[in-house]
């Protein structure tokens, strides 16, 4: 037995999330239909809006509805600080951590040539000439310890290396391999102070 | 650190699916945002084409977006034997068991009087006049073994009593306190081939 096409379509559409595989995605479409009509069609509503109205931040492009994000307005920021990530979850689990008061810059990826991911694609180009404006002093390298966070990393590094910035990358203390939306907070709040001058070769 | 408002949105709209907590509904946003914009909008479409169009068999109260539901309408099911659960999951499970070839009778719950739960809410009145056709030679009350499952195969029970069907309930087998959707299909079928005649008191 299968049910209806259009509840099979639902129990589908589903799959499309994260960790969803078919046995929890039928669970999502008859609790949806069983139960919570009102929620998901407000959920259906706001992810329409959502993918309508977020694009990325003008300053730091990282996900926003408006042309430039609250924690790029805020005053209370350091200036002096830019800190470089792969991933507006990545931000989020900095700022959890806690610590950290600079700005940020989201690249949304990491380089990666044979996919066609060049340096425009994860906005170096603005990424350079937001440090050309002169205000910041140290960039954080804080992209995933993994090989092609590490060769991104690297490559900012030697893009910026004329603008005379200091360069940091985070304190080991992250884990080889591993993604930083996953890291504890006290070892990512610790390999914040604990970060390196970065060694470009 | 928060998200946008919008963004932030988002997230709280997928707490509504079941077993989503902060961080997966988090993880669900960004990915969908990030990586999965047209899938995201093929899920809000058909979330808000289901909810428009997805209602109940005019026969068996399952949930399709026909009058009458497939299996309702197809020639090879025994007319002679009705098999009552408490959700489409439940009948799902049932016939993914194999073994049961008759029709089904969806409650979509079960009593609960104290939430206002009553025997029409729950199709009855359906399923009396369904019985008072008189094809229906057995009714198999595979309602969950919870109190209130119990409760509301007795309520049926004694409800069809009048219309000389034989009342059958599933072998015990499928664990108490448990519910009918998560059982596996083997003690599911085993349940099904030693059911019991209902005792009604
Ligand atoms: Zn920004
Ligand atoms: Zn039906």
Do not use: W
């Not at 589908?12 to 998901?40: N, S, W």
């Not at 900095?94 to 008061?101: H, L, M, N, R, S």
């Amino acid at each position: 037995m299968r049910f209806s096409p259009l509840v099979e379509q639902l129990m589908d559409a589903f799959r499309v999330l994260p960790g969803v595989g078919p046995k929890t995605a039928q669970r999502m479409a008859m609790h949806l239909l069983e139960r919570e009509r009102p929620g998901g069609q407000r959920l259906a509503e706001v992810i329409l809006q959502a993918i309508e109205e977020v694009g990325y931040c003008q300053r730091c492009r990282t996900l926003t509805e408006a042309e430039v994000c609250m924690l790029c307005e805020s005053p209370r920021r350091d200036d002096s600080l830019l800190c470089v990530v792969e991933s507006p979850a990545d931000q989020l689990a900095i700022e959890e951590a806690g610590g950290f008061k600079g700005r940020y810059f989201v690249l949304h990826g990491h380089l990666s040539p044979l996919d066609g991911v060049g340096p425009e694609s994860i906005g170096l180009d603005l990424l350079e000439a937001r440090v050309a404006e002169g205000l910041i002093e140290e960039v954080v390298l804080a992209t995933n310890p993994t090989i092609e966070g590490e060769a991104t990393a690297h490559y900012i590094a030697s893009l910026l290396s004329e603008h005379g910035v200091k360069l940091s990358r985070l304190a080991y203390g992250v884990p080889m391999g591993g993604e930083l939306e996953y890291v504890d907070g006290g070892t990512l709040s610790r390999a914040f102070n604990g970060r390196l001058p970065f060694a470009s070769e």
